[in-house]
């Protein structure tokens, strides 16, 4: 399963997310036959080596009739201001998918990064999505940047997008509204659930596109997963004069043959005075926030006090909610936090059909070769109380039929 990390030490912009894909190993004449469809007039796309604090880099340009398609003060990590002005509503930008005509992941994953911007827009102007108009990243060079960071990926292959995280910088940014802090309303909006740091950059750091891109797609924002790398790709802003070079890395491989390895993170906290009745509604609201686990492990404390050990298990997007329910609805004044990696199994489902209805079956595989199959018991429950009979008999038939059909293709 390939992977793509993004390493945002010095922050990120949609044109530096292009850059650095296309510096490990993607092809930009055949993401510019794709950007051709837009029918947009001299429309060119670039790329050039660069120097940043003596590091090389790739930077990516987009041009209309030989000129920047942003004005010349634009340092990649503060917003463009455009000579077009364009303001596209979403209606508009998911037309310009259609006739770009990309693989159908690529374009997916298109729609969602700027669905997700749409959403984002609204909730800071107060407005309905349909009414929104896309600004800075509604100009022909962010939606480039969009399009081609997700045909990029496409050509490498990415299945998973992991980042670390995401570094928004310090100070005032200019951007279409006037003057205002960092980081601008939409990126704020984007960044909700999501590991950030203020780094180290003066000014904007990451982008509304890149903000946008990398929150849409990254499964989680914390360290390197295991992998084995294949390639590295550093894309270059413009900016120069900060600590770091202005550059973004990613890293290209393979994840662990072993099963799917990501990133979670696992809290706890230690609770003496808490009653059983609060302890078990906290378990279920971690799990309806998302958790993957929540459990509570008895335990004793100081004093020789019995106590509950309480723990969750969430992805890094979930944390902040995670941790909200545990000081809010405990008794705990502090909690514990570790980064963990997980390695699961790859997994699908198969759904086989019994005398109690249809039945799914998750079936992990390590390597290709399946493990382990297990029905799901909430499916078995509904059946078993829709049948009046008993859940392990319902286990037991959808085991029995999936092996019957395992039996049957076999022949």
Request: proline share 4%; aromatic share 4%.
């Amino acid at each position: 399963m390939a992977v793509a990390y993004f390493d945002c030490f010095a922050g990120s912009g949609g044109d530096m997310i292009v850059a650095s894909l296309l510096d490990a190993g993607a092809d930009l004449d055949r993401i510019s036959e794709h950007i051709a469809r837009l029918k947009i007039a001299g429309l060119e796309l670039s790329a050039e080596t660069v120097r940043r604090k003596g590091m090389r880099g790739l930077r990516f340009m987009v041009s209309e009739h030989g000129h920047p398609a942003d004005s010349p003060d634009n340092n990649d990590h503060a917003h463009k201001h455009h000579h077009h002005h364009d303001h596209r509503g979403l209606s508009d930008v998911l037309a310009l998918i259609d006739l770009a005509q990309m693989p159908d992941r690529a374009a997916e994953r298109a729609r969602r990064i700027f669905q997700r911007l749409a959403e984002a827009e609204a909730k800071v102007h107060g407005m309905d999505i349909e009414k929104v108009h896309f600004h800075e990243v509604g100009a022909v060079d962010s939606i480039v940047d969009i399009l081609a960071a997700c045909l990029a990926m496409e050509q490498l292959g990415i299945d998973r997008v992991i980042c670390s995280p995401i570094t928004l910088g310090s100070g005032t940014v200019i951007c279409a509204h006037g003057e205002l802090p960092v980081p601008a309303p939409a990126t704020a909006q984007l960044v909700v659930g999501a590991k950030t740091v203020a780094g180290v950059v003066d000014g904007e750091a990451t982008t509304p596109t890149a903000a946008a891109v990398l929150t849409t797609l990254a499964e989680s924002c914390g360290p390197m997963p295991a992998m084995r790398v294949a390639a590295v790709g550093s894309g270059a802003g413009t900016r120069e004069g900060s600590r770091l070079p202005n550059l973004l890395r990613v890293f290209v491989g393979e994840a662990d043959s072993d099963g799917q390895t990501d990133t979670a993170v696992e809290m706890s906290a230690n609770i003496d005075d808490c009653t059983g009745e609060i302890i078990g509604a906290t378990l279920e609201m971690l799990l309806a926030a998302g958790c993957m686990d929540a459990w509570a492990s008895p335990i004793v404390m100081k004093k020789s006090r019995p106590a509950w050990m309480v723990s969750l298990l969430c992805s890094p997007q979930d944390e902040a909610e995670a941790t909200r329910i545990l000081l809010s609805e405990t008794t705990t004044f502090g909690l514990r936090r570790r980064f963990c990696e997980r390695t699961r199994l790859d997994r699908h489902f198969e759904s086989v059909e019994t005398r109690y209805g249809p039945i799914r079956i998750k079936v992990g595989l390590l390597n290709g070769k399946e493990i382990t199959a297990s029905p799901e018991f909430e499916d078995c429950r509904r059946a078993a109380e829709v049948h009046h009979a008993a859940v392990r008999e319902v286990l037991t038939e959808a085991l029995t039929a999936r092996r019957a059909l395992g039996q049957a293709d076999g022949e």
